[in-house]
C-alpha cells in the first residue's frame, strides 16, 4: 500500500504474517480492479449489448436490465465473484489480527477512557437495533455495525478501522480521516462565515470524522451517534488516543434524544445508503428538528444515479446486489431535493454539489492505484464527493 496506517493507541498491530496476508488480499484485490473487473466494459460492448439488441431489438433501458444481461456472461461472473472473494478475505485477515490481541486492545482501550477525559460516551443497553443495521453485514463486514460480543468489546470498531485503510488503499490518509478532512473543506467553502457552537454527527462508526470536526472547530461541543456499542467504545478509546473532545452516544439517528433546535450543524459521512426508505425520511426529519434556524444539515455520499451514464450507473450499482448494501440502490435513486422538502426544508435552501473526496482532502491523490473510473461499485475514495443538504 502506498500510505502507511498511523498507530493511534487502539489500531490493531499485525504481525509478520498477518501483514503479509493483509499485503495479498490488497494485491490481489487491486489486481482484480485494476485487470479483471475493466475487461466488463468490453463484454458489454462486444457480446452482451449486441446479443441483448439481437434478443430485444434494442438497447438496455435503465441498469437493471444491463445487470441481468451482464449476469449471464462469464467474465462478469467471474470478476464479480473475485471482488466479492477478495471482500471476505480482506475482512478475514484483519479479524484474526485482532482477536491475536484481543485482551491487549481492550485493555489500551480502557486505558484509555479512565479517569479525566477530553470526552465522554453514554450506551444504551435498551436501545432496539433498527432491522436494516442488525439483520445485515454491511459490506460483508462480519457482524456489521450491530455486534456486541463481550463486555467492553470494540471489535467491530478495529476491525472497521484497520480494513477499511486496506480497502481504500490509504486513500483517506495515514490517520483515517480523509473523509472529514472532505467534509470540513466542503464546509469552509459553501458556508464559509459558519461559527457552530454545537456539531452533531450521525452514524460516526470509528470516529474519525468526529475528531476532525473537534479539530476544525475547537470551541464547538461535538456530539456523536451510533447504534453499535462496540464501535462506540472504540471510537472513543481512539479520540481520547488522538487527543480530541468527542460525545459519543449510542442513539438511533431516526429517534435522537437531543432537545430542539438544539444544533448548528448536523452532518454525516456515507450514513444514508445503510439505512432504509423509511428510516431516511425519519433522519431527515430528525435532522430538522434538532436544527436551529440558520442551521445546517450536510451529507456526503456517493453520487446519484441520475448524473451517470448507463454502464456506470450499472457497474456502480454493484454493491447493491454484491456487497450486502441493499438500500445503495435505492437511495441513489431518490428525489433527495424533495426528500429535504418532506422533513420541513424550505426548497430553495436544498443544495447538491460536488466537492474534493477523500484522497484530494488528504492529501493521498497522487497515490490512486486504481482508476476510480473502472471498478466496480463504491470509487473508495478516489473520486469526488457527493454532498446533499439544506439550511433550515
Not at 106 to 133: E, N, Q
Request: hydrophobic share 40%.
Amino acid at each position: 500500500m502506498a500510505v502507511k496506517q498511523a498507530q493511534h493507541g487502539v489500531l490493531p498491530e499485525a504481525s509478520h504474517d498477518e501483514a503479509a496476508r493483509q499485503s495479498f488480499v490488497f494485491g490481489f484485490s487491486k489486481h482484480v480492479m485494476g485487470q479483471v473487473t475493466p475487461g466488463n466494459r468490453a463484454a458489454y460492448e462486444n457480446r452482451v449489448a449486441p446479443a441483448f439488441a439481437k434478443r430485444e431489438g434494442r438497447a438496455p433501458q435503465d441498469r437493471h436490465e444491463l445487470r441481468k444481461a451482464m449476469e449471464r456472461d462469464g467474465q462478469f461472473q467471474v470478476s464479480s465473484a473475485l471482488q466479492r472473494t477478495t471482500q471476505e478475505m480482506l475482512w478475514d485477515s484483519v479479524g484474526e489480527s485482532i482477536e491475536r490481541q484481543w485482551d491487549t486492545l481492550r485493555d489500551r482501550a480502557h486505558h484509555f477512557t479512565s479517569g479525566k477525559t477530553r470526552g465522554t460516551l453514554a450506551l444504551d443497553p435498551a436501545l432496539a437495533m433498527p432491522s436494516y443495521i442488525g439483520r445485515n453485514d454491511h459490506h460483508a463486514m462480519p457482524g456489521g455495525y450491530s455486534t456486541d460480543l463481550a463486555d467492553d468489546d470494540i471489535f467491530s470498531g478495529a476491525l472497521y478501522d484497520r480494513g477499511a485503510f486496506i480497502y481504500t488503499d490509504g486513500l483517506l490518509g495515514p490517520y483515517m480521516e480523509g473523509s472529514g478532512l472532505s467534509v470540513v473543506k466542503f464546509l469552509r467553502t459553501q458556508f464559509p462565515d459558519l461559527k457552530p457552537r454545537r456539531i452533531l454527527e450521525l452514524g460516526c462508526t470509528t470516529g474519525a470524522t468526529a475528531s476532525v470536526l473537534a479539530r476544525a472547530f475547537p470551541d464547538a461541543e461535538i456530539q456523536a451517534v451510533d447504534v453499535g456499542a462496540a464501535l462506540l467504545r472504540y471510537a472513543h478509546a481512539r479520540a481520547e488516543a488522538v487527543g480530541t473532545g468527542v460525545h459519543f452516544s449510542q442513539q438511533n439517528a431516526e429517534h435522537l434524544n437531543f432537545a430542539d433546535e438544539s444544533f448548528d450543524l448536523v452532518v454525516s459521512n456515507a450514513v444514508l445508503h445503510e439505512t432504509a426508505s423509511q428510516a431516511i425520511r425519519n433522519i431527515m426529519a430528525e435532522c430538522h428538528r434538532v436544527l436551529k434556524n440558520g442551521g445546517a444539515m450536510v451529507h456526503a455520499e456517493q453520487p446519484q444515479f441520475a448524473s451517470m451514464d448507463l454502464f456506470k450507473a450499472f457497474t456502480h450499482d454493484w454493491d447493491t446486489y454484491n456487497n450486502n448494501e441493499p438500500f445503495w440502490g435505492t437511495v441513489h435513486d431518490l428525489d433527495l431535493e424533495d426528500l429535504a422538502v418532506g422533513a420541513g426544508f424550505a426548497r430553495t435552501d436544498v443544495f447538491q454539489t460536488f466537492a474534493p473526496g477523500a484522497a484530494a482532502s488528504a492529501g493521498t491523490v497522487g497515490h490512486v492505484a486504481v482508476d476510480p473510473t473502472k471498478i466496480m461499485g463504491s470509487d473508495r475514495g478516489g473520486g469526488l464527493k457527493f454532498y446533499f443538504g439544506a439550511v433550515k
